[in-house]
């Protein structure tokens, strides 16, 4: 009996001391397949690094050695136009813009003119006619040959239908001459957001070149307009007109109180700006305008608005003083009436 103990006993142990050698030689196996692997991927990884370094540190490829003498080249091109141009201006070349002559011919305008008017103004808008305005088909002939387009711009009365805006639409079935604004109620404290209002649709309306607002008590030289703004034509962002600064004044009683004087500084003075009785703008300025307007701030002054909508803006201001209308300059491009 003790002999069967003792053999039954070797057999566990031998089979025990069998499993371990065998778990042995798989845990060997195992590590052995690791450390393979481990040695392919450091294999993979190095190629690569190799090869950047040695792009940074090496030879450039035949492409990009091409590529970058075409990118000198080019380069190199571009300044010689630079320079060209440059000498060709000072030469007195300067692009100009074929509208004046023959306005339609690209479907592009020159010009829209924006008459500011009001309710009552009748006989202010008869006297422009009879003078420098054309009417009937001369109108049609001025936006057809000069690519010029000109109406009188009113707004809405407070009680929209009723007969102040009746009597507007009477004159208008008959002269076919206005750009009436029917968003716009038409207030005299409300010129700034009118003037908005007028460019912002104008822009929309007509594909021209410049967009102008003048008053209706201002006597225009249209032909004298027209070249003044092709000479500006070459400018992308231009904003024209008799440019002015002045005093802020802060007294209520006065005639040009500005409410918010307080935003101009301790000096009370005003920014350059052009005076609101004429002034025009390059497309890409109403377009600004047309785009960002309820955004812009209107002060209670027409123009100081227009002049704030810009700051900040990479404008060219240009100050012409053949449109400072009450100055009545040699060649004066518009007068005021005398008093």
């Not at 006619?129 to 936006?143: H, V």
């Not at 009746?166 to 404290?189: A, R, T």
């Not at 400018?235 to 004087?261: I, L, N, Q, T």
Request: one cysteine or more.
């Amino acid at each position: 009996m003790k002999s069967r103990l003792s053999q039954s006993g070797a057999i566990r142990s031998g089979m025990i001391s069998l499993i371990m050698v065998m778990i042995s030689f798989l845990a060997c196996f195992y590590i052995a397949g690791r450390l393979w692997q481990d040695a392919e991927v450091r294999v993979h990884l190095s190629g690569p690094l190799q090869k950047t370094n040695g792009q940074r540190t090496g030879t450039l490829s035949i492409d990009d050695t091409l590529k970058r003498i075409d990118c000198k080249d080019k380069t190199k091109r571009l300044a010689e136009l630079e320079i060209e141009l440059s000498a060709a201006r000072s030469q007195g070349y300067s692009a100009r813009h074929p509208p004046i002559s023959n306005a339609t011919s690209n479907n592009r305008l020159h010009a829209v003119i924006g008459i500011n008017t009001g309710f009552g103004q009748r006989s202010r808008r008869d006297s422009i006619r009879k003078t420098w305005m054309p009417t009937g088909t001369a109108l049609q002939k001025l936006e057809v040959n000069k690519g010029i387009i000109i109406r009188f711009v009113v707004g809405r009365s407070a009680n929209k239908g009723d007969s102040i805006d009746q009597l507007i639409g009477v004159e208008n079935d008959e002269m076919k001459d206005f750009l009436i604004l029917s968003d716009h109620i038409e207030d005299v404290e409300a010129l700034s957001r009118k003037t908005k209002a007028f460019f912002s649709i104008a822009v929309e309306k007509w594909d021209a070149d410049f967009y102008v607002k003048v008053d209706d008590n201002v006597f225009v030289n249209v032909d004298k307009l027209g070249e003044m703004l092709a000479t500006h034509w070459d400018k992308p962002r231009v904003y024209v007109g008799c440019m002015k600064s002045g005093e802020v004044f802060s007294d209520p009683k006065h005639k040009w109180y500005e409410p918010e004087w307080w935003k101009f500084g301790d000096k009370k003075s005003y920014f350059t700006h052009a005076e609101g009785q004429l002034f025009g703008i390059s497309k890409a300025l109403a377009q600004y305008i047309s785009i960002n307007g309820a955004l812009l701030h209107t002060y209670r002054h027409e123009d100081v608005s227009v002049g704030a909508w810009f700051l900040g803006l990479n404008v060219e201001h240009v100050d012409e003083r053949r449109l400072c209308c009450a100055s009545r300059t040699n060649g004066a491009i518009c007068e005021t009436p005398r008093a």
